[in-house]
């Protein structure tokens, strides 16, 4: 409704954007399309999301970057980095970078795509290249200014640390700020494992104790696959165990969770009851 209200002082189309949790995106032109999964998500969890801040989205007069703040203006652009699934979004048209080296890199590895938040609302930018030095700085430090909590859960083998903040706490991985606190809470070891299973949800553990305890490791990689199959399929990212040391520097090879993977890849439930009906 509120894009039917828009389109009509406004030229602009609708059209099919089946990955996101909203399944149309809003085509304004000059290349800004909205994506509005963010609003999507406050309303689903109570917020005081509007989906009038679409048509606000679009009455932005100032579009040129600038570091955010907790004061940021209502409605203003700011790029931000996001963790996506590569399979999930059209790389070839965004703007992002991988978030490991190529030797270490997969296809289940995600990427950073770069995007521009209006607060509820996020806009994809189409056909502008890698990114440059400037915006990746850019998309940093206004990440660094999301409010973020770390806690810790304990499970049965071992204890978690959680980061939430809204919409952009997977992306905590990228501040490595956030992260520092992520190490004092699990008792500071120099590696840390992190999966970031769906849209704002970061969870980490110990890597020096997984190393040693196999059934801790298993454990947390069971639980990331878990999370993210609960999650929508809009809101996946990854099922990859992410190490970590002061950036991330690959992942956690494991033949079960791979041979997982391959099953889930052909329609093969790997939990099903194989006994016959």
């Known amino acids: 409704m509120a894009g039917e209200v828009l389109r009509a002082d406004r030229p602009g189309k609708w059209i099919e954007a089946a990955v996101n949790r909203f399944p149309v995106a809003l085509d304004c032109g000059k290349n800004r399309i909205l994506f509005p999964g963010k609003l999507a998500q406050a309303i689903v969890e109570g917020g005081n999301g509007s989906m009038l801040s679409l048509v606000r989205a679009t009455e932005l007069n100032a579009e040129l970057p600038r570091p955010a703040t907790r ?10 980095p996001l963790l996506v699934g590569r399979r999930t979004v059209p790389l070839d048209r965004l703007t992002w970078t991988k978030l490991v080296k190529d030797e270490v890199d997969t296809p289940e590895m995600p990427v950073i795509a770069y995007v521009d938040d209006r607060e509820e609302v996020v806009g994809w930018p189409q056909d502008k290249g890698p990114p440059s030095t400037t915006l990746q700085q850019l998309a940093l430090a206004n990440l660094a200014q999301q409010s973020t909590e770390v806690t810790t859960l304990d499970i049965p083998h071992g204890t ?9 706490a997977a992306e905590a991985l990228l501040d490595k ?9 699990l008792g500071r070891p120099k590696l840390i494992l992190v999966g970031v299973p769906a849209r704002g949800h970061l969870v980490a553990a110990d890597g020096e104790r997984a190393t040693l305890d196999d059934d801790f490791q298993m454990a947390f990689l069971m639980m990331v696959e878990r999370e993210y199959m609960r999650a929508t399929e809009r809101d996946r990212i990854s099922t990859e165990v992410i190490v970590y040391f002061d950036e991330p520097i690959g992942r956690v090879q494991s033949n079960l969770m791979d041979a997982r993977r391959m099953l889930r890849s052909v329609g093969v439930d790997p939990d099903a009851d194989p006994s016959p009906s």
């Not at 978690?160 to 952009?168: E, I, K, M």
């Not at 700020?177 to 809470?185: D, I, K, L, T």
């Open 71 to 80: 004061e940021t203006p209502q409605g203003f652009a700011r790029p931000m």
């Open 177 to 185: 700020a956030v992260m520092e606190r992520v190490r004092v809470e």
């Open 160 to 168: 978690l640390a959680v980061v939430t903040g809204g919409f952009f």
